[in-house]
Structures are given as C-alpha cells and as structure tokens.
C-alpha cells in the first residue's frame, strides 16, 4: 500500500528558479524521506526529516514537516538542469517499521 | 562509498522461463528489499528480508520468490515468467539502527522485458 504522495505529478521550471514538491501521507509517521531518483537509474537518499522535527536543511534543499497536517515539503533552491530527476518521499511508519513506503514521485525538468 | 549491484542493467526473457535477478550489497546491511517500478504507479515492495534466511511479503509477492543465503546477496526469482512481469525491478538495502528506519541505498535497477 502506499502511505505517501507527491504533489504535484510534474513540474517544469527555468534554471534559476525555485522548485517546490509536496507529499502527504495518512498515517502516523517516525519519519519521512527525500529520495531522487535521474532517468533509468536508481534512487538517491537525499535527506532524512524525524517527526519531532520542523525543518532541515542541507545544501540547496530544504524540507519541511508539519505532522498536525500529515504534510512535507521539499524546496530546491537556485534548480540547475542537473537537478532534472523524479523526486519521491517515502515514510516511516510509526512503530519503528524498517519498510519505507514511497509515492509516485514528482517529475521535475529544469530547462536550462 | 556504499555500493549496492543488480548483475544486470537489462535482460531479455522468454514467458515461461525461470528468471533470476541477484543483487549484492557490500555495507554490511541487515535489510535488503526488492521493488518493481512502472509508470505511474511508483515503487512497489515485492519481498524483504531483514537477516540471512529470512523473508517476508511485501505488497506484491504472486509470481516471485527470494533467496538470501548470504548476508550481503539477497535474489528475486520469478518462476515462471509472464509478460506482465515487464518491469524495472530495484533492489535497496539498509542498515537496522535504533527504531525507526534508516535511509535506503538502491542499485542502478534491472530493465527485465519478458517477450
């Protein structure tokens, strides 16, 4: 079953600008994470969020965690052509459950 | 730097055949999984195992078996292959620490196309 959605299913943007994707999920969550995953390759763990955290940063990517609205957001700031991925969160269930369960993922282009 | 192999990146199958995917993993991680991936239905579970030996389903076991009979080798059976089997199949791992889970690491997938 799958806990966690992205939103929206695609995105397209110049380089430059910021990029912003959501997930909700339903449940109670441990934690939630951002992964990327380029064309025909597999996925990159990019940044791990605790539900008793607000929000994190790292690099260019920021990730927020509003548990009241079972929500996250994850902003890529400064998008460059490389940061052309699709982007999935996936959640840890509450219970200390080791199988992240992931969306469908956020397709983003960054045009150069 | 960790590192996470599929012995295939792609591979042609006939129906019928019995097919073996193999993944290895050199991090000494507890976990590993086996998902498939197709459009527009993101990733889905087919088995895990958390230790040598040990199984369990995941969302969409038909049609597939596992074997781990070494920590870091953990390999997706299909028995006998059919055409809906078509996917992209990734394997991941991850290490068991505290509660919780852990970030994954994922090999570059296997492109199966069962003709």
């Known amino acids: 079953s799958q806990q966690g959605e992205e939103d929206p299913q695609a995105l397209s943007i110049q380089e430059g600008e910021n990029a912003t994707m959501n997930c909700s999920y339903k449940t109670s969550i441990n934690n939630l994470q951002w992964y990327r995953q380029n064309s025909g390759r597999g996925l990159v763990h990019l940044i791990l969020i605790r539900s008793n955290e607000r929000e994190k940063h790292s690099g260019r990517l920021r990730v927020t965690l509003d548990t009241s609205k079972k929500s996250s957001s994850l902003l890529i700031t400064a998008s460059r052509a490389a940061d052309t991925a699709s982007y999935f969160c996936?959640?840890?269930?509450?219970?200390?459950?080791?199988?992240?369960?992931f969306g469908r993922g956020t397709s983003l282009i960054v045009h150069p | 730097d960790v590192k996470v192999t599929q012995s295939s990146r792609y591979l042609v199958k006939r129906t019928g055949e019995k097919v073996f995917l193999e993944c290895v993993q050199d991090?000494?991680?507890?976990?590993m999984f086996w998902y498939r991936q197709d459009p527009g239905l993101g990733l889905r579970l087919i088995y895990f195992?958390?230790?040598?030996?040990?199984?369990e389903k995941g969302d969409i076991p038909e049609g597939y078996s596992v074997s781990r009979e070494k920590k870091e080798r953990f390999s997706l059976i299909l028995e006998s292959a059919s055409t809906n089997q078509t996917s992209m199949y990734l394997c991941a791992s991850s290490k068991i620490q505290g509660r919780g889970n852990q970030p994954q690491h994922f090999g570059d997938g296997t492109r199966l196309s069962i003709l």
């Open positions: 996936a959640t840890g269930l509450s219970g200390g459950s080791y199988i992240p369960t």
């Open positions: 195992s958390y230790d040598v030996k040990m199984k």
């Open positions: 991090m000494d991680h507890e976990n």
